[in-house]
């Protein structure tokens, strides 16, 4: 989590420094711009003798000076509105990377919860909504969560039930379950962590119609 906030952090640095190099492109072509349109061209009118006869030309001149002017105006305007598109991105990346790199700032200050299973192996925990846990993410589990915990059967054996305790220190009769998911092969039971609790400490036994409780 560590990498993944200096990530972000530098991500932050990298866009914040590309959306003020784009808005100083973009001031600069707006400024271009304006004084492009500001500028006018001046007509100086001959003195015209009324009596010489001035021949008329085939075609209306054209002012070269004026479409190259018009011409820089127009690529003027091109890259302007490229700079704002560059601009809206990055200013999207920035508030994106800020928005992400809070999330996980608040994710890191909440309060996380400990699992720990002693001696039983076959136990899994699933969160409300029976997706799997795995145990890379046990440290995402916080206080008031409502998890599932089951213990894996043996297949092919007389496996009828199952016994699962949390931070107790004996066995008692609410511990047994037979409730059992065939999709996981697991005896399971709910369990809903207290607001104060911050490790949980996990053991299961199965019990055979033969042998009894499994590890007595």
């Known amino acids: 989590m560590g990498d993944l906030l200096n990530i972000l952090n530098s991500i932050n640095k990298v866009s914040l420094l590309a959306f003020f190099i784009v808005l100083l492109f973009l001031i600069y072509e707006l400024r271009l711009i304006s004084k492009g349109g500001k500028k006018k061209i001046l007509t100086v009118l001959p003195n015209f003798d009324p009596n010489v006869k001035i021949p008329l030309p085939d075609q209306t001149p054209v002012i070269e000076g004026k479409s190259k002017e018009a011409a820089k105006f127009n690529i003027n305007k091109i890259f302007a509105g490229i700079f704002f598109i560059m601009l809206i991105f990055s ?61 894996e ?64």
Do not use: M
Not at 116 to 131: A, D, L, M, R
């Open 91 to 151: 200013c999207g990346i920035t508030i994106l990377s800020f928005k992400t790199a809070t999330k996980n700032k608040e994710a890191e200050s909440q309060p996380r919860v400990v699992i720990q299973t002693v001696s039983s192996k076959g136990i899994k925990i699933f969160n409300s909504q029976w997706e799997e846990i795995p145990e890379s993410q046990y440290k995402l589990i916080k206080p008031t969560d409502k998890i599932i915990i089951g213990l």
């Open 153 to 216: 059967t043996i297949s092919g054996t007389d496996i009828d039930r199952a016994r699962i305790k949390v931070n107790d220190s004996s066995w008692e009769i609410d511990q047994i379950t037979a409730r059992f998911d065939k999709k996981y092969q697991v005896y399971y039971r709910e369990y809903k962590i207290a607001s104060d609790e911050y490790k949980l400490r996990i053991e299961g036994q199965l019990h055979s119609k033969v042998d009894g409780w499994l590890g007595d």
